[in-house]
């Protein structure tokens, strides 16, 4: 099991009818409003689909999967690759352009203001494990799975970075429900993995919506139903990524 020092994921049980299910918890909604009013009062539609919270707590992590049918009883470790160098970073970008062809320019940042003073990784739980304790009484939070796989069924627009090396990966396949989360680093720089998902997504047809919150940067969209989010954040000269995404295969 990882542990990691962070990771929230504030995203994505969508606000559409389909997802209603999740959504049936009050306190949740109350612990929102900071997260709505900063990231996305300009974008109504985003700010449904970011109206309920994923959270990831390590003293959950072992204890989800006693509820949830996995693949294995311990999440996915895929190991923490070494410390960037500019040849990395290089051949990561590169990687990446090839991929999505001509980058566009992920949209300058906006501010995120959530009280948290600068530091909001550190006031965040930690590492990939159940859905938020907020979400107890919902439909969706005895769900979740672990397994390397839910990185292959990721949506074609949101698919991992290239050259990244994956830590963590988990979903809910199917029903009202249907979210894939994984957390991954890369050599690359933020800006350039904001690029590369800003353009994945606005070719895809989704919005794409760019805050920035102390040291940690947040891109988020939507397209009808369909929503995405991710966070980024530089850790041990790596760029590390919490990517959030409904629908995939």
Request: aromatic residues 4%; positive net charge.
């Amino acid at each position: 099991m990882i542990v990691r020092g962070k990771w929230l994921i504030a995203g994505l049980l969508m606000a559409a009818a389909p997802l209603a299910g999740c959504r049936d918890n009050p306190q949740a909604k109350a612990d929102l409003n900071p997260l709505d009013d900063g990231l996305t009062n300009e974008d109504p539609a985003l700010k449904g689909a970011l109206e309920d919270k994923i959270m990831v707590d390590p003293k959950l992590a072992g204890q989800a999967n006693r509820n949830a049918a996995t693949p294995g009883n311990q999440p996915v470790d895929g190991g923490v690759p070494g410390v960037a160098s500019g040849k990395a970073a290089a051949a990561a970008e590169a990687a990446a352009a090839q991929a999505a062809g001509k980058l566009l320019t992920a949209p300058k940042a906006l501010p995120f203001e959530e009280g948290c003073n600068g530091d909001c990784a550190a006031k965040r739980p930690v590492t990939i494990g159940a859905l938020a304790r907020e979400q107890q009484k919902g439909s969706c939070d005895a769900k979740l799975t672990y397994g390397n796989q839910w990185a292959d069924r990721l949506p074609p627009a949101f698919k991992l970075y290239p050259r990244a090396t994956l830590r963590e990966a988990a979903g809910v396949a199917g029903g009202k429900c249907n979210i894939r989360v994984v957390n991954f680093q890369t050599a690359a720089s933020i800006q350039g993995v904001l690029d590369y998902y800003h353009t994945m997504a606005v070719r895809a047809g989704y919005t794409s919506d760019h805050r920035v919150r102390g040291n940690e940067h947040i891109l988020g969209g939507t397209k009808g139903d369909l929503a995405y989010v991710l966070f980024l954040r530089t850790d041990g000269g790596m760029t590390d990524v919490d990517l959030v995404a409904s629908g995939g295969k």
